[in-house]
């Protein structure tokens, strides 16, 4: 599933973010691309605006095609948050799919190597897996006041990314109870399922501003 129904108003365009264009491709061309160059990966689901639908569409049929993918693609429309779109794209995913990875189309030039590593986790029985990068800055928490409270031991904290996999009983059991979180992975943990985290990749950032925008351009090079 490849969710791309956010505004994106911090990226100040005209259009969604999910299609603002990177190289003259839109973003989630970029996300399909890593997405549906995974083996593993016979079914998706694309949940995008109601007015960009069909663009998802289109897009979705030429990444087929420049692949050779056998994949079949569905568009839904989303919900009026993140959770809301997730749970609309679940809801879609044919009964035989046992195995579920929710992607952001803002971390749209994730390689397909962290596809393989989470689909491979899952399958070895975790039910649930992120992709995540060590933290090299140090951090603070702190209070509603601004003072630190504590500083958290950074080796063992993580960046998590997407794609993030699931066996499907389990997500549906965690949206079953609330889609109300910042990722699929807080939902599941609230269930008390363990979470296992796998290597991320550096070139799997989230688009969020323009200068995002220009790291990403500045990365093009390297993504296969």
């Known amino acids: 599933m490849v969710v ?7 990226l100040g365009a ?6 603002v264009p990177l190289a003259g491709v839109p973003l989630l061309g970029h996300a399909l691309r890593g997405a549906l160059s ?3 990966v016979s079914e998706a689901v694309v949940v995008a605006p109601a007015a960009h639908c069909a663009e998802a569409q289109s897009l979705a049929e030429d990444v087929c095609r420049e692949l ?3 994949a079949t693609v569905t568009v839904v429309v989303g919900g009026a948050q993140r959770g809301d779109s997730v749970a609309a794209g679940l809801a879609e995913l044919g009964d035989d799919i046992d195995i579920v990875l929710v992607h952001d189309a803002a971390r749209c030039l994730t390689p397909v190597q962290v596809f393989d590593r989470v ?6 029985g975790a039910p649930a897996v992120v992709p995540g990068t060590a933290v090299v800055d140090t951090v603070k928490q702190v209070d509603g006041d601004g003072h630190v409270v504590a500083t958290p031991d950074r080796s063992t904290l993580r960046a998590v990314q997407t794609p993030q996999g699931f066996r499907r009983d389990v997500l549906e059991r965690a949206h079953a109870v609330s889609s109300a979180a910042t990722d699929d992975a807080g939902l599941v943990e609230r269930l008390g399922e363990r979470v296992l985290v796998v290597d991320g990749d550096p070139r799997a950032l989230k688009i969020t501003t323009p200068a995002d925008l220009e790291a990403a351009a500045r990365l093009l090079p390297a993504h296969p």
């Not at 791309?4 to 911090?10: M, N, V």
């Not at 689909?119 to 070895?124: G, I």
């Open 38 to 40: 995974c083996p593993a």
């Open 68 to 70: 050779g993918s056998a």
């Open 119 to 124: 689909v491979a986790a899952v399958r070895a």
């Open 14 to 19: 005209s259009v969604p973010k999910a299609f």
């Open 4 to 10: 791309a129904a956010g505004s994106g108003s911090r």
